[in-house]
């Protein structure tokens, strides 16, 4: 499975807004500098987020983006399958019986993608937001620290 420029912009973009919008709303310009995405793109991938109810937009001179909900209730799979669609790297007509899969009876194969499957489902739901946060916090300290390490020598 490989994701996408909107699977992993979007998920950089919502773990700055998780971070940044505890006090007040957040600009897309000021997510789109510190994460290095294009102010247009990131418009297009907040809409979608928006649509799947996971941002919610406010209005105004203070208007921005904010989290719909909070932090620990956003998995990984939430913003992936609302920028990617389907987490199913192996895609097997027999999960779908309306497609007619003629093997489905006797493929035993269908077991292997259904695992790997199930496996990438339950490893992106299992990790919230507020997780990603607080290792960007400490990934950020972390630089910070280098910075000013390697400026005094």
Known sequence: MKLS???RYGLRALIDLARYSEKEPVSISSIAARQDISEG???QLMALMKRAGLVRS???AAGGYVLAKSAEE???GDVLRALEGKLEPAECAAFHPEKGCKAS???VTKYVWQKINDSINQTVDEIHLDELVEESK???ENEENTEKACSRK
Do not use: P
Request: with cysteine; aromatic share 6%; net charge positive.
């Open 41 to 43: 793109y990131l418009e």
């Open 138 to 140: 400490v990934l950020g």
């Open 58 to 60: 406010i209005r105004g």
């Open 5 to 7: 420029t909107k699977g």
């Open 74 to 76: 956003i998995s990984v």
């Open 105 to 107: 009876a006797n493929c």
